[in-house]
């Protein structure tokens, strides 16, 4: 079983940039596939991005797409979201996940997909 910490989530400004971070601990973090979902205040937590096992590949949502980059150490065992040219609309309790059911390349976008969870972080982007 693997526990997962997010750190890095904070108040900005729109157009700024935020780096969140989440460390894995109790597993073998390179077998797991890697997600990042997000929940804003009365709406439905949603996918962000999900990183493969090698961190190779990657798939984001629309919303993020050009946006948001998501990358992972496997010496670390850190998988990492950075956030550039923040909106308010991006506000949120930033959730990191695994899963490790996935296939190498696997990159599921679904809740249901994902084994473990964090905690979340707090993400607020004042327009």
């Known amino acids: 079983q693997v526990h997962l910490v997010e750190s890095g989530g904070g108040l900005v400004q729109a157009g700024d940039s935020l780096r969140l971070s989440c460390a894995a601990s109790?597993?073998?973090?390179?077998?797991?596939?890697m997600g990042w979902f997000r929940q804003a205040s009365g709406k439905e937590r949603e996918f962000v991005a999900a990183?493969?096992?090698?961190?190779?590949?990657?798939y984001y949502a629309n919303s993020v797409k050009g946006r948001f980059t998501i990358s992972r150490d496997n010496v670390k065992n850190t998988v990492h979201l950075q956030m550039d040219s923040l909106k308010h609309e991006d506000t949120a309790v930033y959730y990191c996940?695994?899963?490790?059911?996935?296939?190498?390349?696997?990159?599921?976008?679904?809740?249901?997909?994902?084994?473990?969870w964090g905690q979340g972080t707090q993400v607020t982007v004042s327009s």
């Open positions: 996940a695994a899963d490790r059911d996935a296939p190498y390349y696997g990159t599921p976008s679904q809740q249901y997909d994902y084994d473990y």
């Open positions: 109790g597993g073998t973090f390179s077998s797991y596939v």
């Open positions: 990183i493969g096992r090698g961190g190779i590949a990657t």
